[in-house]
C-alpha cells in the first residue's frame, strides 16, 4: 500500500538566508557565458541548452476522470492544449556532437487557466526537463562552483572538449561493464552516451507544487517507433550537427507520443523537496499523452518561433505548479536574467501566449 500523498503547505520549503548573494553570483557567472558566445556567434544564444536539436508543434490531451489526487493544477480536468516541444543539450555554446552531453526536453502547454506565479505572463505553462531523474547539485551554491568552472571554457578549447567527452565515455562504459551506475558529473562533463532524443525518457528532477499536493513529473515515449530509439547511440563521426540530422530524419515518417507522468511525494524524508540530487522511489503515474505528428522538426517557421521568440522557465506558469527548493527558487531570476539578455542582444522580443 502506498502512503497518502503529503499535502503541499509553505513551510515544506526551507529558504536559507544567503540565496540571494548565490543568485547574483549566478547571474553574472551566466553573464560570461551569454556575453562570450553572443561576441563568437555575433548572435545571442542561452545560457544553458544552446544547441537544439529538434522543434516541434504538438497537442498535450489530459486524461478524463482522473482521482483526486491527480486532477490537480493544469490536470484537474480533461481537455486538449496545443504545445510546443524544444529538444536539446545542456552547455551554453553549440558544440559538435562528437561532445556527449546530457539531453533536454522544454515544452510549452498553451491556453492553461488559473491564478498566475508572479511575474508570469500570457496563458501558458511551461515544463523543463532533463533525461536524468536527478539534478547534478545538492543546492544552487554547488551549482554556482560547477558553473564556474564550466564558464571559463565556454566556447574555449573545443579540441580538448572532444578528448576530455571521449575519456569519460570510456570512464562510464568501464562502471557499466562492471555493472555500476556511473557518477552523474561523468554525464554532465561530457561523458554522456550519444543518445538519440526520441528515445530518451525527461524528468523536472525538481520537486513542484501540484495543486494540493508535490510532485516531481517526467515524459517518457510510449510510440512504438520511439520505444526503438531508447538508448540508441547515434554515429557522430564527422558530423557537426549529428543528433539535429537524425531528429529530422525520424520526425518526418514517425508520429511522436509521450505519456506525461506524475510522482508524488508520500514522505518527506525520502522524498525532501530541498535536495533535488535524491532519488525519489515513488511510481510514476500517467495523467495526459503529448501527441506531435510527423513534421519537419528543423523548419525555418519553427526555429524562429521556438528558438528565437520563445523563452523557457519552470516559473512562467500557474500557481498550482509553483516551482518548489532551492535549485528551483535560483532559477526564477536566473532564467529571466539570461532570457532577457538574448531578447536584448537580438532585437527580439520572447513572446508568451495568452487566451
Request: aromatic content about 8%.
Amino acid at each position: 500500500m502506498l502512503q497518502s500523498p503529503i499535502r503541499y503547505r509553505p513551510d515544506v520549503e526551507q529558504p536559507q538566508p544567503d540565496e540571494q548573494a548565490t543568485v547574483t553570483d549566478l547571474n553574472e557567472t551566466f553573464d560570461t557565458i551569454l556575453e562570450r558566445t553572443a561576441e563568437d556567434y555575433g548572435h545571442a544564444v542561452r545560457s544553458v541548452h544552446a544547441k537544439s536539436h529538434g522543434l516541434l508543434e504538438g497537442e498535450l490531451t489530459i486524461d478524463s476522470d482522473l482521482p483526486a489526487e491527480l486532477a490537480q493544477g493544469l490536470f484537474a480536468q480533461g481537455g486538449r492544449h496545443k504545445v510546443l516541444i524544444r529538444l536539446s543539450t545542456n552547455a551554453g555554446d553549440i558544440l559538435p556532437d562528437a561532445i556527449g552531453l546530457p539531453r533536454g526536453l522544454a515544452m510549452k502547454v498553451f491556453d492553461v487557466a488559473g491564478d498566475r506565479l508572479q511575474g508570469s505572463e500570457g496563458a501558458a505553462q511551461d515544463f523543463v526537463m532533463v533525461n536524468g531523474p536527478v539534478f547534478q547539485a545538492k543546492t544552487a551554491e554547488k551549482f554556482l562552483g560547477n558553473l564556474k568552472l564550466l564558464a571559463k571554457t565556454t566556447d574555449r578549447l573545443e579540441g580538448t572538449k572532444k578528448v576530455v567527452s571521449a575519456a569519460l565515455r570510456g570512464v562510464r562504459h568501464a562502471f557499466e561493464a562492471v555493472g555500476a551506475e556511473a557518477p552523474a558529473a561523468i554525464n554532465s562533463l561530457g561523458g554522456a552516451p550519444n543518445v538519440e532524443p526520441l528515445g530518451e525518457t525527461y524528468y523536472s528532477a525538481t520537486a513542484f507544487r501540484f495543486g494540493d499536493y508535490i510532485a516531481k513529473f517526467s515524459i517518457a515515449p510510449v510510440a512504438p517507433a520511439m520505444i526503438a530509439l531508447s538508448g540508441k547511440e547515434i554515429a557522430i563521426e564527422g558530423r557537426q550537427d549529428a543528433i539535429r540530422e537524425d531528429v529530422r530524419t525520424e520526425m518526418r515518417t514517425l508520429d511522436a507520443e509521450w505519456e506525461f507522468r506524475v510522482q508524488l511525494c508520500r514522505d518527506l524524508e525520502a522524498q525532501p523537496v530541498e535536495d533535488a540530487t535524491v532519488l525519489w522511489t515513488s511510481p510514476f503515474v500517467r495523467v495526459g499523452t503529448i501527441r506531435a505528428a510527423a513534421q519537419d522538426s528543423w523548419s525555418d517557421a519553427h526555429v524562429q518561433q521556438i528558438n528565437e521568440e520563445t523563452r523557457f522557465s519552470v516559473w512562467t506558469g500557474i500557481a498550482a505548479h509553483q516551482p518548489l527548493g532551492n535549485i528551483n527558487r535560483a532559477r526564477r531570476d536566473t532564467y529571466r536574467h539570461s532570457a532577457d539578455f538574448r531578447a536584448r542582444v537580438n532585437g527580439c522580443p520572447y513572446h508568451e501566449p495568452s487566451n
